[in-house]
């Protein structure tokens, strides 16, 4: 039997967690929490007394106790699935299936939607710690030295993981290694249980050798580990390595693993199978995965023609084009034309400039109320002048957080995005699509593609009778920019140094573009 010295004085309530275990029998006893498997008030969990010494003593309660083991994991397993908890995100599958295809993405996504996410990639851990790398025999399950560097190199991640859900404010965690062996996600689970994290399992399975193949010409070519390489070479010793897998990879089993929360991609998404999804995060990751492919395709992005508003330099409204506009509308019919899109679809607003854009395309559109600009609320058709007049606080504070900033009686870019979330998930589902449309919606579509953050993505620049051509790679997005050559107003306002509410109004409109 174990016992442990227990405290009834709890300098913060806060921290307290009184548990009733004087009717529990005394046999088979087991010691209780110490504060370094909990210590995150960030999440409201419970701390022992001395967490903030960094010493290592048990939770309180009001008197000397023993608990059996079996009531030990049923508290651990209530914390754990808190609602509140953060959650690690873990990769399964032999090498060239897609995990890091997918973790960038996912972490790009759940950033984007405003959920804290950081990605703990192993592979790069390795190669830190392994500056050459020679051949796919560090990989071999014999090599005993390049397993020990492996696993350290995975509980140097896992440590990270720690200290960025606990102490860094993160929501989120994807950590991306093959865990291929059950006993390597079992080590993983009990490392997400004691520290109060719930554990989601994306797993990638492929058999298509075609689809392997392009994976390792598109990814690995580029690789640090094959610099100096040429394809054959790539080709030949990253199929060794892919073996060294081969014989001790365990899948997901429905039977064996029915415990465990997960979803197994197969066959780049012609097959899904997801077991015990818990929460909200999770299901929008699987609402996630389940809607994008691998499938090459091109976006186009641009906003409307120049809007008569827009010469006058006013914000929103539901103005027509300006004779600038339509000339922009005719180009960018012809563009279009010229760059024999297969299968083209055009996406507008359910504005009129966008409407009378589209309409000189000579395609088929169709209109979303979900791209309409975004609602200026009492500010709408007013120059950034007059709002200096009337809302001199409202301007100031729009400057201070332009993202997170709602107009009254109108909406933030953070309310943006999340209205754009089914237009993110359409095109992704989509092949090749234009989409028309206005300057903030603009602006969130880009930071999604281009994994901008909230910071940055309310000043991207997104300039009139511009065409924007984003074509999804490996782990990113190519960008190219094409002006077609028609004059337009600039509606660009850069942030203003001084946005403070006692600034002069010259300070406050420095950076307003010229206008009418």
């Not at 070479?233 to 073996?243: L, N």
């Not at 000579?362 to 007013?382: F, R, S, T």
């Not at 301007?395 to 209205?419: I, N």
Request: hydrophobic letters at 35%.
């Amino acid at each position: 039997m174990m016992c442990c010295v227990v405290y009834r004085q709890i300098p913060c309530s806060e921290h307290a967690l009184l548990i009733d275990v004087s009717a529990l029998p005394l046999d088979d006893a087991f010691p209780l929490f110490t504060c370094d498997w909990l210590n995150s008030h960030q999440h409201s969990l419970p701390m022992c007394v001395a967490c903030e010494q960094r010493k290592t003593r048990f939770l309180s309660f009001p008197y000397f106790s023993l608990v059996r083991p079996s009531f030990w994991r049923s508290v651990l397993r209530y914390y754990v699935c808190m609602t509140n908890c953060p959650t690690l995100i873990v990769t399964v599958g032999l090498p060239a299936r897609g995990k890091t295809y997918i973790s960038k993405k996912l972490t790009r996504y759940l950033n984007w939607i405003g959920v804290p996410t950081k990605e703990f990639n192993v592979g790069q851990y390795r190669r830190e710690c392994v500056k050459i790398y020679k051949s796919f025999e560090f990989f071999h399950p014999d090599n005993e030295e390049g397993l020990k560097i492996r696993r350290q190199c995975a509980l140097t991640a896992l440590n990270d993981v720690r200290q960025y859900l606990t102490v860094e404010g993160g929501q989120v965690a994807v950590f991306d290694a093959t865990n291929t062996t059950r006993e390597r996600r079992w080590t993983i689970t009990r490392f997400a249980e004691q520290n109060c994290f719930k554990v989601f399992f994306v797993e990638s399975v492929c058999e298509d050798p075609d689809v392997i193949a392009e994976n390792i010409v598109q990814v690995k070519l580029g690789s640090p580990d094959y610099i100096d390489c040429n394809t054959e070479e790539v080709i030949e010793d990253f199929m060794k390595r892919i073996k060294c897998y081969e014989n001790s990879y365990q899948p997901l089993d429905e039977v064996l693993d029915r415990d465990l929360s997960y979803i197994k991609i197969m066959d780049v998404g012609r097959r899904y199978l997801v077991n015990r999804v818990l929460d909200h995060i999770q299901s929008r990751i699987v609402y996630y995965l389940m809607n994008i492919h691998i499938t090459p395709r091109s976006i186009y992005l641009c906003r409307h023609g120049e809007s008569d508003l827009n010469v006058k330099g006013c914000i929103g409204g539901d103005s027509g084009l300006s004779g600038r506009g339509k000339e922009f509308s005719k180009c960018l019919g012809k563009f279009i034309q010229e760059q024999n899109i297969k299968d083209l679809k055009v996406w507008t607003s359910q504005m009129k400039r966008t409407i009378q854009t589209a309409e000189a395309v000579a395609v088929p559109y169709e209109q979303w109320k979900a791209l309409n600009e975004i609602d200026a609320g009492v500010c709408e058709e007013m120059m950034y002048e007059e709002i200096q007049v009337h809302y001199p606080v409202e301007f100031s504070l729009r400057d201070q957080d332009k993202y997170r900033y709602r107009y009254p009686k109108g909406e933030s870019y953070e309310d943006l995005v999340q209205r754009l979330e089914p237009v993110i998930m359409e095109l992704e589902r989509q092949e090749n699509v234009l989409v028309i449309c206005h300057q903030a919606v603009m602006r969130c579509l880009l930071a999604y593609f281009l994994d901008k953050s909230a910071e940055e993505l309310p000043y991207l620049k997104c300039p009139l009778h511009t065409v924007l051509k984003l074509t999804p790679v490996a782990y990113g997005c190519k960008v190219e920019s094409v002006w077609l050559n028609v004059e337009a107003v600039n509606t660009h306002r850069d942030r203003p140094e001084n946005v403070d509410i006692s600034r002069m109004p010259e300070e406050a409109l420095f950076t307003v573009p010229a206008h009418q």
